[in-house]
């Protein structure tokens, strides 16, 4: 079975200069994510999509094999689909007769995830027959609201004039971005990662932290260090320091 990772990483972060190749925990960030996919039983190549050479120096050094996403795919209100079409493409015309059965979505940002919880995801896809897959984490009896284009605050997923006891509310997840599985048609037919039989491969609600603003680092810096998760990482022959 064939099973690759895609990372995409692009250089044009606004509220984080650089921020996928920032200094987290000793590590580029980029570095961390190719790691957990490089120790996964299940994935056989790792790739970064990138429009930045420093970034695509970084994910050289860290293992990673490197896509060079052109200007058009790789603006602001560019989607992580197209990234991952494109890639895919690029993919398929180096290894034309080498079917890909999944890829494995990961984001740099969510540094937080495992490498069990890559595999635990591929596991549970394989196993169940499904055609895309998601991580998350229960949501608890969190009582959610948004705002209208009124500008008037609603109740989501519960009836505030009928407030229910914890314990009859209905299992609600939340989608955490840290992992997303799927077949290769799933994407080429729906331009979507997510679709036909959908699943969900469950992680503590901690690892939903990602790293957006410039306090998540500290956040993400605090848990990651007080779970250990830097020793949970295989060290590769490849030491060269990055800082």
């Not at 079917?99 to 069990?116: C, G, N, W």
């Not at 959908?198 to 810096?221: A, R």
Request: one cysteine or more.
């Amino acid at each position: 079975m064939k099973i690759i990772a895609i990372i995409p990483a692009r250089g044009g972060s606004k509220r984080i200069s650089g921020k996928n190749i920032i200094n987290f925990c000793g590590k580029p960030l980029l570095t961390w994510t190719i790691e957990h996919a490089r120790n996964s039983k299940f994935i056989n190549n790792v790739y970064v999509v990138t429009d930045n050479e420093k970034i695509a120096k970084v994910a050289k050094k860290s293992g990673a094999e490197i896509i060079e996403e052109p200007s058009e795919i790789a603006s602001d209100l560019s989607t992580s689909e197209s990234a991952l079409i494109y890639a895919l493409s690029k993919i398929n015309k180096k290894t034309s007769n080498d079917k890909i059965d999944y890829v494995v979505f990961l984001q740099a940002t969510s540094p937080l995830r495992e490498t069990k919880d890559i595999d635990n995801a591929i596991n549970k896809i394989i196993s169940e027959k499904g055609d895309s897959l998601f991580g998350g984490a229960e949501l608890g009896d969190f009582c959610i609201w948004k705002e209208s284009i009124d500008h008037e605050l609603e109740s989501v997923n519960y009836d505030y004039k009928n407030r229910k006891r914890s314990q009859e509310f209905d299992r609600q997840f939340v989608e955490n971005g840290s992992i997303y599985v799927f077949k290769p048609k799933i994407l080429s037919k729906l331009n979507n990662r997510l679709g036909g039989k959908i699943l969900i491969s469950l992680m503590e609600f901690w690892k939903s932290f990602e790293i957006d603003e410039p306090d998540d680092i500290v956040l993400c810096e605090k848990i990651f260090k007080i779970k250990g998760l830097d020793k949970k990482i295989k060290i590769w022959k490849n030491k060269d320091k990055f800082f």
